[in-house]
């Protein structure tokens, strides 16, 4: 009885443990392809792509995600075998034919790992090093809508892997596990399997999440950006503040501002901060982002217009003040007094 005690404590302790877990912990790369394909996680896992199979950017779940035409892939660099307990998620939607090929959410470089749907119908196959080609049936999860997929396998529990479709789990088995590099929309195998469609918030994890966790994951809402009202400046110094932003489920986690001149991409200026102070900021229009990362890592974005003059404003003879003259001119001007 003790020992039977004992082992269910342990197991209470370990679901509480990680039923509160924090999502970013053993979060090893997050791509949320909002107009790039960096790992936002922290840990510098930049996707990379090689020209004519880099994915196109399109509205996502969390403000942009990454299309892929059926011939794009995003590479990680993270090899399978370093994460023996892992956890791999996305929201995705498929737009491809039900009865296409093998479509892949997620594979690697040697054909061993592949997550994704079925040949030939709308099953979910899986493989990881085990492959059970049928493993989900009957599923509607590539019926064109979103859905979020995440497949989760613990090494350090009878090495058994998960499936679950918008955060339930809906299939398990046993996976003797793998190695090669895990890529995004693609598979290396003896042929090549592309996904079709629209793929957000691409997870890593180097642990297996709970259900409790992935199903936060399934249910969180993005925060909502601050609306910055299209401004004029005329002293050359810049101040921008995200202070109105919010998230309904959690905090607001990072802050980004993107100021891009038109006509320049020279004069592109990325900084961070729930407010920044610009200086000497050059004449010119410039299209403008704010984009705001809640706690759990999904985004959103405020776009506005910035127009950079010279001097001050009313300063007609640009000395850096306002005399009489030009005060009078001014009011004239305004007045429509020639």
């Not at 209470?12 to 990680?18: D, P, Q």
């Not at 912990?25 to 199979?53: M, P, R, V, W």
Request: net charge negative; aromatic share 12%; hydrophobic share 35%.
């Amino acid at each position: 009885m003790r020992i039977i005690i004992t082992a269910m404590l342990s197991l209470l302790i370990f679901m509480c443990s990680y039923a509160g877990a924090n999502l970013n912990d053993g979060l090893i790369a997050l791509y949320t392809f909002d107009g790039h394909y960096q790992d936002k996680s922290g840990n510098h896992k930049h996707g990379a792509c090689d020209g004519e199979s880099c994915p196109d950017f399109t509205a996502g779940k969390y403000y942009k995600a990454g299309y892929f035409d059926g011939a794009d892939k995003i590479l990680t660099g993270i090899e399978r075998s370093s994460v023996s307990d892992m956890t791999i998620c996305a929201w995705y939607k498929y737009q491809g034919e039900l009865n296409a090929d093998y479509s892949a959410l997620f594979g690697n470089s040697n054909g061993s790992f592949f997550v994704g749907k079925q040949s030939g119908n709308a099953d979910i196959s899986v493989q990881d090093g085990t492959g059970i080609p049928n493993f989900v049936t009957e599923t509607d999860a590539w019926d064109g809508s979103w859905h979020h997929m995440c497949y989760m396998r613990r090494e350090s529990i009878s090495k058994i892997g998960s499936l679950f479709i918008d955060g339930k789990r809906i299939a398990e088995a046993s996976f003797s596990g793998t190695n090669g590099e895990l890529f995004i929309g693609y598979e290396n195998d003896h042929r090549q399997y592309y996904f079709k469609g629209v793929i957000d918030d691409v997870r890593i994890y180097n642990r297996g999440l709970s259900e409790i966790e992935i199903n936060n994951l399934y249910q969180n809402e993005p925060p909502n950006a601050a609306i910055i009202q299209n401004t004029a400046v005329y002293n050359n110094i810049l101040t921008l503040d995200a202070s109105k932003s919010f998230d309904n489920d959690g905090t607001i986690h990072l802050y980004e501002w993107y100021l891009r001149c038109r006509g320049n991409s020279d004069l592109d200026i990325i900084t961070n901060g729930i407010t920044a102070k610009i200086m000497n900021l050059q004449p010119g229009f410039y299209d403008a982002n704010l984009i705001v990362m809640d706690n759990s890592g999904a985004t959103s974005s405020s776009d506005f217009i910035i127009f950079s003059g010279i001097g001050i404003l009313g300063d007609i003879n640009y000395d850096g003040k306002i005399g009489l003259e030009e005060t009078i001119y001014s009011l004239q001007k305004n007045s429509g007094i020639d």
